[in-house]
């Protein structure tokens, strides 16, 4: 079982949160500090795994992360799941990502929450529920086809443009998951 | 109309959608608070407006507010309006925000059952995956019922993509609504061969995460399960078979046999690395499982400990994590396979991440040999050197004495080396653990005979170095070590070189910036030393003024301590001082004081084994409970207003009982007493006298020559440069087992002779590997703790005190105490409690210890065991219960099922020997019961309310109310009905403190006959009871009111069809029961009924009447009594330990349907409301965390009923599952009821 999914920047700042069991709000936020605080202390060459933090799960349960340039993925799981087989689940998520936002980055993270959280919902359901990638960015591109039709959504078109034309020097624009050459252990065939 | 329309789309344009709000959150970094509460005023706004896009739009952003910590669920209704959107854009922003914000506790849930089930059965397949995947956040016990059926519908769909998803929810499903599992479930089975990959790999998900939790039902699967396995080539999905077999096989050893051959392959073949880890993974658990019975799997250990090897030495982090973890699970089982690869772990030691070190040194732990303990340990120290971390230090620090001092310092040959690792660990800077070393410091000093005089030449350097170690006081926890230091000086300082020195060591004024505590053992060792160096002085005749300048010393430096502001040092600083003023004044007359100061330290504190205290057995005729004097009567009810609950209580009854006893205690029996107590304190092991041991020769080795202990110079200061000193011991030791081999090969035989005495007479010799070669370099002698002699073999102590049962300990103590105490005279009625009207039919606890439960193979708690005793006692009562009955039946020839228990106020005496036999059956009716009695609400309505002042009162002052009817002669009309007797007889008295909880209950009274108690509890044979229907027993006690003869007392019950009493073979079934004995005035006593009950879903109730004879001096009279008899449905519960594992298998098997039920109000401590499920409702606590603690118990006719009980401020929650809803309704209303009472 998955008991949550955090992403958040190397700030600590949540760029999304999912839980697969009821927090109440202040909860969340205190255990997305607490796990900030337990990730971001590691350097990047240690091991990916976690005891999990005090407020979240207990001695079942697992942090698992993965650190691309500015930001965290944070699994929360418990024993029934494969360690390696979730950092690959992460690798998956953070390449689906990739395709669907064309060289992600923290940026669209941020702008378009309410579609990475759309996409996640094609990878996990409180348990695994899809790898295969394409299939994945396959039901993902079929639905967004399917809200363009209705034709709703004018103002997005807008503020994405807008988006993209937005100074923030402050924000690295070149954070690309491919530059990041973590060592995934294969898992043979998705 | 179309102007509003206009209006609206043209507002839109100026609505903020999310983007906009991020970048206004992003701008506004400042006043974020400020900017986010006014825009969500403007979400306010928006989601006033009819148009569904602009609340589509106010609901998105809401979410992403929800996700920076802000609470939207004001908005919940909003949102179901947007999620009942026909647009699936707007349908999608609707789910996500349920799925963020809903919960069970969110009230419009319940309005969109009906848009759900819409969205499920919706053509297009995209509306019902998104339901599908908000319902899996959100899912609550009542969606999961009313739409089980749908989704279940949906495991068939035409698409994967749908498939797959329904597939997943059902696990949510199952978890809310159990009942559903059952219909489910072979369409789930089908759907593990799916042609779908996806949807194959979600069954299996599905499947794996129910067997976890209960493996058993799901052993059927195994070959389909094997099959996949040897078909599947997805590897997500093997991996989940993989691990559901690894928790399959604890279960089914045939299944892991069966499973080594194609694990092993895919080890081999796999290039997998997670596959190929959860492979070894399930091969050791496999190997687990069988290492009892198959000894020749050696092959596949060694192929695991291999590929673990493998991933320890991948470059990869996580893969060496990973394998030192699964070597750990192999270290339990099969510790020389691990041992093999010790330069591995050792290696790891050096990595530089801090999980890795951490679980490198969890595996040392079982390594350690007495060949390797010393390498290992300089290793540690190196380690210890160079770690940058405190914590990690620390961890560094506990590690080594955890594995040096593990099983009675099985692996330690040589303690010199030992003493010198403990005293270089000093030398680290900030540890938190200094008192750890000096506790080891203290115990091998103490324990270790013949290290002392090693010890002691340490510690005074130790203590002439002191500055180095206290440096910093404030940070420094190191300084603990003085503490052991300057005991172990004092208390050996026979030892010593030169113990003039230390004393002045210890009397240097930097000491007083030490720690009060520190400073005090500095004091009192002083005074030790000070004796010593005195005998050393008074010798050599040419002394007596370095004497006296000794004794000078002191008084010039004790008023340092006597100053201090620490008030332990300032008393013992003071008293000393006295007292060496008094010796220098002998010292000047010339009078010889050595012997007399000496004296005062003499004999030897032998070390006393922390649990020993605990295990003195209370001696014969000795109770505790008894008040020693009487407590003041007036201020009886105001200290028992003071006290605890449970204290008071008891107080209350011993002074009641008590008092014809101790009243007239004369100065005779006092001094007789005295002489007891100085025979006693003779006897006890306690009591520190000078023993034989303490004179006892230390016992020097065979090999000690070889140590060159003297040879160490004390002088050279603690920071060694180069060498640190136990390298020595290394070095030495190697050589000394050189020469011992060499040795050995010559007189081999000889050798083996002495060996096997040396093995005799050390403890715990065995070491895993042939440890017999290496001949400890001491003849040490280990003393073991002392117990004392005749300590119960109770496993009390083992009791883990983070154990959830021992916040129930305090009230079941209490009842337990009280129950042991035999009855005293006095007793005649059982105490009465005063809150509980409607408590009747109780389980005694002592009963439901008689039944037996069903062997469960886990070890026994402490508590378990004492229960078992108690069962054995109860056993015994009951075969001299046959034995009475038997006489019963030889004597009078009446049969009967009835058994009469003899309190000891009965006139005649059970025929018991022991006076144990004699407070078994006396303690019974207490033990069972508790004390308390309270009216049953058979009884009129006013009777109700009267019945606790009347019960209380006739408990704490019957003596009174036993007089002031005693002259009540008078017949009360009976067709008023007892309940009228008892408000007549009820005086009013204050209320009392709150008696312990008890299942007693008054059932019926007038003014000649109580009957109290009336108290279900199960029958004593489970087996009867399972098989023959189930039988409860009734204990009811009749009390004597009036000052005449009772006799021929009848207990009849009307039968129901559910309930009959059971009578004697041939007697009609309206027949009713003699009760065996007769009662004089003033005399209670107790019999039992036992009644066969069919069914138990139902309480009951049973009319009754007891008819009897009062018989007076002229005259006697036909009385009766009528009761009714109240069976609650906690009374068909037996109190049945359950072990956490096999409850959440008990949860998860489905089987059981829930309830729940919530409490208002509750102000009491959750350990007492705990108690009191547990105690009035029958229950035993199998696990608890904080606030929430799960229970669980079992009907007579086998039902398991399972208690989740959490609680929060005053509000208590229960969730109760059983597999019989009837019956598990009735018990939570009683338990509300319960609670509703106090």
């Given at each position: 079982m998955i008991k949550a999914i955090l992403i958040f920047n190397n700030h600590g700042k949540p760029r999304l949160i999912r839980f697969y069991e009821y927090f109440a709000e202040d909860v969340q936020q205190q255990?997305?500090?607490?796990?900030?605080?337990?990730?971001?202390?590691?350097?990047?060459?240690?091991?990916?795994?976690?005891?999990?933090?005090?407020?979240?799960?207990?001695?079942?349960?697992?942090?698992?992360?993965?650190?691309?340039?500015?930001?965290?993925?944070?699994?929360?799981?418990?024993?029934?799941?494969?360690?390696?087989?979730?950092?690959?689940?992460?690798?998956?998520?953070?390449?689906?990502?990739?395709?669907?936002?064309?060289?992600v980055c923290e940026l669209d993270l941020i702008f378009h929450m309410d579609k990475v959280h759309f996409i996640l919902q094609e990878v996990v359901m409180g348990m695994v529920l899809e790898t295969n990638m394409n299939e994945i960015v396959g039901q993902v591109e079929l639905q967004n086809r399917m809200e363009k039709s209705e034709g709703l959504l004018c103002s997005a078109a807008r503020a994405v443009s807008a988006v993209k034309n937005i100074n923030l020097p402050e924000m690295p624009r070149n954070i690309n998951i491919g530059d990041i050459n973590i060592k995934v252990p294969s898992l043979s065939p998705f | 109309m179309a102007l509003k329309i206009v209006k609206?789309?043209?507002d839109r344009m100026f609505d903020k959608n999310l983007q906009d709000l991020v970048r206004g959150i992003r701008n506004h970094k400042e006043d974020e608070a400020k900017y986010i509460s006014t825009c969500i005023d403007e979400i306010k706004q928006e989601l006033k407006q009819d148009n569904i896009a602009v609340k589509a739009n106010a609901v998105c952003k809401l979410t992403y507010l929800q996700m920076l910590g802000y609470d939207v669920s004001w908005a919940a209704f909003n949102i179901v309006e947007v999620m009942s959107s026909s647009k699936f854009t707007y349908k999608r922003i609707g789910y996500l925000a349920a799925s963020q914000c809903f919960h069970?506790?969110?009230?419009?849930?319940?309005?969109?059952?009906?848009?759900?089930?819409?969205?499920?059965?919706?053509?297009?397949?995209?509306?019902?995956?998104?339901?599908?995947?908000?319902?899996?956040?959100?899912?609550?016990?009542?969606?999961?019922?009313?739409?089980?059926?749908?989704?279940?519908?949906?495991?068939?769909?035409?698409?994967?993509?749908?498939?797959?998803?329904?597939?997943?929810?059902m696990y949510?499903?199952?978890?809310?609504?159990?009942?559903?599992?059952?219909?489910?479930?072979?369409?789930?089975?089908?759907?593990?061969?799916?042609?779908?990959?996806?949807?194959?790999?979600?069954?299996?998900?599905?499947?794996?995460?129910?067997?976890?939790?209960?493996?058993?039902?799901?052993?059927?699967?195994?070959?389909?399960?094997?099959?996949?396995?040897?078909?599947?080539?997805?590897?997500?999905?093997?991996?989940?078979?993989?691990?559901?077999?690894?928790?399959?096989?604890?279960?089914?050893?045939?299944?892991?046999?069966?499973?080594?051959?194609?694990?092993t392959n895919l080890i081999h073949s796999t290039s997998a690395m997670s596959l190929l880890y959860e492979c070894v993974n399930t091969v050791i658990a496999v190997l687990i499982s069988l290492s009892s019975g198959m000894p020749n799997h050696s092959a596949s250990i060694q192929l695991c400990v291999q590929k673990l090897r493998i991933l320890i030495e991948d470059s990869d982090q996580n893969l060496k994590y990973l394998g030192l973890l699964a070597m750990s699970k192999i270290l339990k089982t099969h510790p020389k396979s691990v041992q093999s690869h010790k330069d591995l772990i050792l290696q790891c030691l050096d990595d530089k991440d801090e999980s890795i070190r951490l679980r490198a040194l969890d595996l040392l732990y079982g390594m350690v040999s007495k060949k390797n303990l010393m390498e290992i340990v300089k290793k540690l120290m190196l380690h210890v050197d160079k770690a940058e971390g405190t914590t990690y230090r620390d961890e560094l620090l506990t590690k080594i004495i955890d594995i040096c001092s593990q099983s009675n310092y099985q692996y330690i040959t040589n303690f010199e080396w030992y003493i010198s690792i403990l005293v270089e660990l000093t030398r680290l800077e900030g540890t938190r653990h200094g008192h750890l070393i000096a506790s080891q410091m203290l115990d091998v000093a103490i324990r270790v005979k013949a290290i002392r005089a090693f010890a002691v030449a340490q510690m005074a350097t130790l203590l002439d170095n002191a500055h180095l170690l206290t440096g910093n006081t404030q940070r420094n926890g190191i300084c603990e070590v003085l503490y052991a230091a300057a005991w172990i000086c004092g208390e050996f300082s026979e030892h010593l070189e030169e113990p003039m020195a230390t004393l002045e060591a210890m009397l240097r004024p930097k000491v007083a910036t030490l720690p009060g505590h520190i400073q005090a053992v500095y004091v009192q060792n002083a005074a030790k030393l000070f004796a010593t160096v005195l005998r050393g002085q008074e010798g050599v005749p040419a002394d007596s003024t370095v004497a006296q300048e000794t004794s000078q010393l002191l008084?010039?430096?004790?008023?340092?301590?006597?100053?201090?502001?620490?008030?332990?040092?300032?008393?013992?600083?003071?008293?000393?001082?006295?007292?060496?003023?008094?010796?220098?004044?002998?010292?000047?007359?010339?009078?010889?004081?050595?012997?007399?100061?000496?004296?005062l330290f003499a004999g030897e504190l032998n070390p006393v084994a922390p649990k020993a205290q605990k295990k003195v057995p209370v001696p014969e005729g000795l109770d505790l409970d008894v008040w020693i004097n009487e407590p003041p009567s007036g201020s009886e009810s105001e200290d028992e207003g003071r006290k605890s609950k449970g204290k008071a209580v008891f107080a209350k009854e011993e002074s009641r009982h008590t008092k014809p006893r101790y009243t007239e205690v004369d100065e005779k029996e006092l001094a007789k007493r005295r002489e007891v107590r100085k025979a006693e304190q003779a006897n006890n092991p306690?009591?520190?006298?000078?023993?034989?041991?303490?004179?006892?020769?230390?016992?020097?080795?065979?090999?000690?020559e070889h140590i060159p202990v003297v040879q160490i110079d004390l002088s050279v200061p603690l920071k060694v440069p180069g060498m640190p000193m136990s390298d020595q011991y290394v070095k030495l030791e190697e050589e000394r087992r050189e020469r011992n081999k060499a040795d050995k090969k010559k007189k081999k035989d000889k050798k083996k002779r002495e060996k096997g005495e040396k093995g005799r007479r050390r403890r715990g010799d065995s070491g895993p590997e042939s440890e017999e070669d290496i001949t400890p370099a001491h003849m040490v002698d280990i003393v073991t703790e002392e117990m004392p002699e005749n300590a119960l073999?109770?496993?009390?102590?083992?009791?883990?005190?983070?154990?959830?049962?021992?916040?129930?300990?305090?009230?079941?103590?209490?009842?337990?105490?009280?129950?042991?105490?035999?009855l005293a005279d006095s007793e005649k009625k059982l105490p009465v409690r005063s809150h509980r009207p409607d408590e009747v039919l109780k389980s005694p606890m002592e009963d439901r210890q008689v039944v037996e439960v069903v062997p469960e193979p886990k070890k026994k708690t402490g508590k378990e065991k004492k229960e078992k005793k108690d069962r054995k006692k109860s056993k015994e009562k009951k075969k001299k219960h046959k034995q009475e009955e038997e006489e019963d039946l030889m004597g009078s020839g009446s049969q009967e099922p009835v058994q009469a228990e003899e309190t000891k106020e009965v006139a005649a005496p059970p025929p018991a020997s022991t006076p144990e036999a004699a407070a078994a059956p006396a303690s019974t009716p207490r033990t069972a019961s508790g004390m308390a009695a309270v009216a049953p609400d058979s009884e009129p309505e006013e009777a109700k309310d009267t019945e606790p002042e009347e019960t209380k009162s006739s408990t704490h002052k019957k003596k009174k109310q036993k007089k002031e009817k005693k002259k009540k002669k008078h017949h009360h009309n009976h067709s008023d009905g007892a309940g009228d007797e008892s408000v007549q007889n009820g005086t009013v008295e204050e209320e009392e403190p709150l008696p312990p909880m008890s299942n007693y209950a008054l059932l019926a009274e007038n003014s000649y006959v109580k009957m109290m108690k009336q108290d279900a509890d199960k029958v004593c044979d489970i087996q009867g009871n399972l098989q023959d229907g189930s039988q409860v027993v009734v204990s009811v006690i009749f009390e004597n009111k009036c000052d005449s003869f009772i006799k021929s007392m009848e207990f009849n019950v009307l039968d129901s069809l559910n309930s009959k009493l059971q009578r004697p073979d041939g007697a009609g079934p309206h027949d009713g029961l003699i009760v065996p004995f007769q009662l004089p005035p003033g005399i209670s006593n107790e019999a039992r009924f036992i009644f066969s009950v069919q069914n138990i879903v139902m309480p009951q109730k049973l009319k009754g009447t007891l008819t009897f004879i009062v018989k007076t001096d002229d005259s006697s009279t036909h009385e009766k009594l009528d009761f009714k008899l109240h069976f609650t449905c906690t009374s068909y519960l037996i109190t049945t330990p359950c072990y956490s594992d096999a409850y959440s298998k008990l949860l998860e098997s489905g089987d059981l349907k829930g309830c729940s039920l919530k409490l208002e109000g509750v102000n009491q401590p959750f350990h007492h409301l705990l108690a009191r499920i547990c105690f009035h409702h029958h229950f035993s606590v199998v696990e608890r965390i904080d606030s929430c603690a799960s229970m669980y118990s079992r009907s007579i006719q086998g039902h398991h009923m399972c208690l989740l009980v959490k609680t929060a401020d005053q509000t208590v929650s229960i969730d109760a599952k059983c597999d019989e809803p009837g019956l598990l309704g009735n018990v939570l209303d009683e338990i509300k009821l319960t609670f509703s009472q106090c």
């Open positions: 255990i997305i500090r607490e796990t900030f605080h337990l990730v971001s202390k590691r350097d990047d060459n240690v091991c990916n795994f976690l005891e999990g933090g005090s407020l979240i799960g207990g001695s079942d349960y697992k942090l698992i992360y993965r650190h691309y340039a500015t930001l965290y993925f944070v699994f929360c799981v418990d024993s029934s799941e494969s360690e390696l087989g979730i950092l690959d689940l992460i690798q998956v998520f953070v390449e689906t990502l990739d395709k669907c936002f064309e060289n | 609206g789309s043209i069970e506790s969110t009230d419009v849930i319940m309005l969109t059952t009906n848009q759900i089930r819409k969205d499920l059965s919706s053509p297009n397949q995209y509306d019902t995956g998104v339901a599908l995947t908000g319902l899996s956040c959100f899912v609550t016990p009542d969606l999961a019922r009313d739409l089980a059926n749908d989704i279940m519908t949906l495991m068939s769909h035409t698409k994967p993509y749908i498939r797959k998803k329904a597939v997943l929810i949510k499903v199952f978890l809310k609504y159990p009942e559903s599992l059952r219909p489910a479930f072979p369409r789930l089975k089908e759907k593990l061969e799916d042609p779908d990959p996806g949807v194959q790999s979600a069954a299996v998900n599905v499947i794996c995460e129910l067997a976890r939790r209960n493996p058993k039902n799901y052993l059927s699967l195994a070959p389909l399960f094997f099959k996949l396995m040897t078909s599947s080539t997805n590897n997500w999905v093997l991996i989940k078979i993989i691990k559901l077999f690894g928790a399959l096989t604890p279960l089914e050893p045939r299944l892991g046999k069966k499973l080594i051959e194609p694990l008084i010039d430096r004790l008023p340092l301590f006597v100053q201090s502001s620490n008030l332990e040092v300032q008393e013992r600083a003071s008293c000393i001082l006295q007292l060496v003023k008094y010796i220098q004044k002998l010292q000047q007359k010339d009078v010889e004081v050595a012997e007399e100061v000496t004296a306690f009591y520190i006298k000078a023993s034989p041991s303490s004179q006892k020769v230390y016992q020097d080795g065979v090999g000690v073999p109770s496993d009390d102590d083992d009791k883990d005190p983070n154990d959830p049962h021992k916040a129930l300990n305090i009230d079941l103590d209490n009842l337990l105490a009280a129950s042991r105490r035999p």
